[in-house]
């Protein structure tokens, strides 16, 4: 089956949706330093490297299959037939980027983009195992997410699938938009770093006998919140191409974009320090930083349809829904998620969804999803992909990790836990002039 092809990008569109996804890497980054700032100090140099490994091994995966599965509107897939309506569920592309040339300069440069955000997604996931979580396992995991569940998901919302066909077919709004991300790389991710934290479990000494939890800082705050910088500056590229090539956008409205995006994110950041201080007496450094990116992530989906005053709104409540994300999490279901992956991607993008669905607002002469003129229940089509993430790509993904713990099981020893991932993997720590080993491995 096929269907009607996306509008065509103009050269300037083109080049200006160039020099965005070069801005991508940059939110990449920031998320490495992040996680490895949030991690202890002798994990920290395996960390990076395995932020670097997953980010190539999701890229390699993902052009050797994901392509295939991913596609775009207008090339060949596979539909089921119900109640007299096709519905897309899966592309039928060639493997290898094969038939990339289809589409012309759009196909190569939502190819090229996917790359860098199914990287950005199975990034996410490192921030929950932290401390815990092999190499080589992350990097197997990473292949199942970026050569089947991300593609399978971003088909079924970029590709033409039948998230994306809820408009045409019955009426609801344009069917699910989103434009940066929110649900296919940030929820799909961050659910992913859910499973993987349930199936490592905690850190040793996370929690005492009776179920409390213990306070395991990060071992560096000053690298966290730089790394914010990164991940603003890669997220508006990340927004800003993405709405040129998913949703229609124009190059007139970058500038609301990347507008929205730093209100998103300034508020939310806000937020976050406001609730902390009125809580602990003084702001909490890696809460805000969880916070700012949760603004970030809430933004992507609705960053070129929504007014500023309303991207302030969505993020100062990506920011408090973040906080008491992480408290629950960590204390009411036991959830060791060092970096609060889960609640800064999975739950600031189910947010990111939703909101669309609230505040969007979307031109009559915009063609989304085959639709010109979108009714009002745009909110629907939102919440049938909030579902599809948590009862279909949730177990999906804690399925595909399990069976593969059971074959390599995904966490180090106790004794590798014990002495740090730099020394137990890599044979060399991250900062060998300084003494890292605390109390808590002298009394093993």
Known sequence: MTQAPAPVLSEI???LCAALILMVPLAAAGLALTQAGLGRSRSAAHAMLGSVCVFAVAALAYFVFGWAWQGLPG???????????????????????GGLGHDGPRGALSAWLQMFSVGIAALIPLGAGNDRWRLGASCASTALLAGWTYPL?????????????????????HGLVDAGGAGVIQAVGGLTALSIAWILGPRHGKYTADGMPAAIPGHNAVVVLFACFLTWLGFLGLNGSGSLLWIGGTAAGLPL????????????????????????????????????????VASSAACA????????????????????SVEWLDARL?????????????VGGLWGLLAFGIFGRIPQDTVING?????????????????????F????????????????????????????????????????????????????
């Open 13 to 15: 569109a083109q080049a």
């Open 371 to 391: 639709v010109t003129a979108g009714s009002s229940n745009q909110w629907l089509a939102q919440l049938a992909g909030v579902v599809a993430l948590v009862l």
């Open 75 to 97: 090339g060949p897939s596979h539909a089921i037939s119900a109640s007299g309506k096709a519905w897309n569920w899966i592309g039928a592309e060639s493997f290898f980027f």
């Open 257 to 296: 974009v990347a507008i929205n995006t730093t209100i998103c994110a300034s508020s939310a950041v806000l937020a976050a320090a406001g609730i902390t201080h009125m809580r602990f007496g003084r702001p909490d450094a890696s809460l805000c930083a969880n916070g700012w990116t949760g603004g970030l």
């Open 393 to 444: 790509v949730l177990p999906v993904t804690y399925s595909l990790n399990w069976l593969l713990n059971r074959f390599y099981p995904q966490r180090v020893s106790a004794e590798g836990e014990a002495h740090g991932l730099d020394l137990y993997e890599l044979g060399a720590g991250a900062y060998p002039e300084f003494v890292i080993h605390r109390e808590d491995i002298r009394q093993r």
């Open 334 to 346: 036991r959830v060791d998620d060092p970096a609060g992956s889960v609640s800064v991607h999975a």
């Open 305 to 324: 349809f929504v007014s500023p005053a309303s991207a302030a709104i969505t993020g100062a409540i990506a920011g408090v829904l973040v906080i008491f």
């Open 153 to 173: 998901f971003a088909h079924w919302v970029w590709g033409g699938g039948w998230l994306a066909q809820l408009g045409v077919n019955l009426g609801w709004g």
